[in-house]
């Protein structure tokens, strides 16, 4: 009976607590306090684990000396050349299939078995193909999305309502307007969020394939950081390649947002 | 009707067939044609000496094993920690954010890191594997639990179960298709992060092992073989769950 009143008085706290804005920080900062505590105490050996600051610092000098704005482009730009690419094949290739019944029946059981090659397998296949030079890190990025973006096209097609295609016959549609103004728009949502899933994909692939055979880019920076024992450099690369991959995903979720406005009113 | 299926089906078989007739035409032009496009006579006799020499058996065991034992451990783990996060707020607040943030950097990206943190052998490798297990575990176990109805959390009230019995009983029958769910998720991830981890950390058996050597050596045959055998795996480990998923989950009992 003692122990009663204090539990309201403790769940009371606790919703206060979860009621507050900061809440959310409390675990990171308790992570980074003990990080910093183990580093400070030297808990474990340098080449575990370095200080915040020291990531930090290393952080600073690769930016000082231009390297690692280097590596960051070079990095970007492949993904930008095989996702635009991969995307816009996808694109192409989902409608067409979803549109026409005769070409399904030749091409749908050939590109479902192939989509499931797994890309990171193929890293290996596509250097002996096309060699470690850019080729291969676009070839492989552009399969990366490829596959994705044109299977959430293909399905979103396939998902339209036979009412939309009978309108369009009422107009007399060209078919050029109908795949204008009637499969794009509604398809939309759905393909965004398929080249959004393919985005993290193909950003998830060209770090494996760089850090595999790559002369720059972050995921070769990480690699030599990681030959040559630099945790700093190695960390330094893991956070960045999370907040790259999370600042695309955050702004496709916003792009998708913005495009979808007409939807919610 | 029958006869039109049977034309539609001969389609599909039809750029295969083209496919696979233009690489076999392609391997007789040349050696450095050659070199990329393997003939299927070679490519079947590597596959009857890597057979005869059991280093194929080898590769397949050592990959499985891991991938399994990875999914298994991490898996469970997921689930715990899904669970953990569906019925406290606390923890939710606490290891959300963690997880979260953890969750932005891409799989393959930890890899350099962990090789630091648990060197090149076995053990790494199967961190990844757990790792790529984890994550989709946790998501789909604990909003599979947030959607467990009320109503059946009330029964489980009236019927004044314990814990451990609301658990078993309750929550985790009815999170279980989302649960499933996201253990396919797991598989599959896990399959790729088994192969990632042994590209990257280049030592001892396995497929992704005898990818990358058949890559530092130029061998197209032994590539060409570790990545049909990889997705034919792929492809038969995921059937295969989703029969057994089937016949364990038949539709919401309602």
Redesign the interface.
């Known amino acids: 009976m003692a122990a009663a009143p204090t539990t309201p008085v403790r769940s009371r706290l606790?919703e206060r607590?979860?009621a507050t804005r900061w809440?959310?920080?409390?675990?990171?900062a308790l992570?980074l306090a003990l990080w910093s505590l183990a580093t400070w105490l030297e808990w474990m050996p340098e080449?575990?684990l370095v200080s915040p600051l020291q990531v930090l610092r290393a952080a600073q000098e690769l930016a000082q000396s231009g390297e690692l704005w280097d590596h960051l482009g070079v990095s970007l730009y492949r993904l930008a050349a095989g996702f635009g690419l991969g995307s816009i094949a996808g694109l192409v290739f989902g409608v067409l299939l979803g549109l026409s019944q005769?070409l399904r029946?030749?091409?749908?059981?050939?590109f479902h078995?192939l989509r499931?090659?797994?890309t990171?397998?193929?890293?290996?296949?596509f250097?002996?193909?096309f060699g470690i030079g850019e080729t291969f890190k676009i070839f492989i990025v552009l399969k990366a999305t490829f596959f994705v973006v044109g299977l959430a096209v293909h399905d979103a097609v396939r998902g339209l309502s036979l009412r939309y295609t009978e309108v369009a016959k009422i107009y007399c549609f060209t078919r050029w307007q109908v795949v204008r103004s009637i499969v794009l728009p509604s398809i939309a949502p759905a393909v965004l969020t398929g080249v959004r899933i393919a985005l993290?994909r193909a950003?998830?692939?060209l770090?494996?394939a760089e850090?595999?055979a790559a002369e720059s880019g972050?995921?070769q920076m990480?690699?030599l950081?990681?030959q040559m024992?630099r945790?700093d450099i190695?960390?330094v690369?893991?956070?960045l390649?999370?907040?790259i991959?999370?600042s695309l995903?955050r702004g496709f979720r916003l792009l998708e947002r913005r495009l979808m406005r007409w939807k919610r009113s | 009707m029958a006869l039109h299926s049977i034309a539609?089906r001969a389609?599909?078989?039809?750029?295969?067939a083209v496919?696979l007739g233009g690489w076999e035409w392609a391997s007789r032009q040349g050696s450095s044609a050659a070199y990329?496009f393997v003939s299927l006579a070679t490519l079947g006799d590597t596959l009857l000496r890597l057979l005869a020499s059991g280093e194929l058996w080898l590769h397949v065991h050592t990959s499985l094993q891991r991938t399994l034992s990875g999914l298994g451990l991490g898996a469970a783990l997921g689930i715990a920690v899904g669970t953990l996060m569906a019925q406290s707020?606390?923890a939710d607040?606490?290891?959300?954010?963690?997880y979260h943030?953890?969750r932005?950097?891409?799989?393959?990206?930890?890899?350099?890191?962990l090789?630091?943190?648990a060197g090149q052998g076995d053990s790494a490798k199967l961190l990844v594997v757990v790792l790529a297990a984890f994550y989709p575990t946790v998501l789909n176990t604990s909003e599979g639990i947030r959607q467990v109805e009320v109503r059946l959390r009330e029964v489980g009230q009236l019927l004044t179960l314990g814990r451990m019995q609301t658990f078993t009983q309750v929550l985790l029958p009815g999170a279980l298709p989302s649960i499933l769910t996201g253990f396919s998720h797991a598989l599959a991830f896990s399959?790729?992060a088994c192969?990632?981890g042994e590209?990257?950390f280049s030592a001892g058996p396995g497929?992704?092992a005898m990818?990358?050597n058949?890559?530092t050596t130029?061998q197209?045959d032994q590539?060409?073989l570790?990545?049909l055998l990889?997705?034919l795996l792929?492809?038969g480990m995921n059937g295969l769950f989703n029969r057994l998923a089937r016949r364990w989950v038949r539709g919401p009992s309602v």
Do not use: K
């Open positions: 606790v607590w979860l809440s959310a920080w409390v675990s990171p992570l080449q575990i005769s029946s030749y091409l749908e059981p050939s078995v499931q090659l797994p990171v397998a193929l890293i290996p296949l250097i002996l193909v993290s950003w998830m692939v770090v494996g850090l595999l972050l995921g990480m690699e950081g990681r024992f945790l190695v960390m690369g893991v956070l390649t999370g907040v991959g999370f995903d | 539609l389609r599909g078989l039809l750029l295969p496919l990329v707020r606390v607040r606490l290891i959300g954010p963690l943030s953890l932005q950097v891409p799989l393959l990206g930890l890899i350099p890191l090789g630091l943190w399959w790729l192969m990632g590209l990257l497929l992704g990818l990358l058949g890559e130029g197209m590539v060409l570790a990545v990889i997705a792929a492809f």
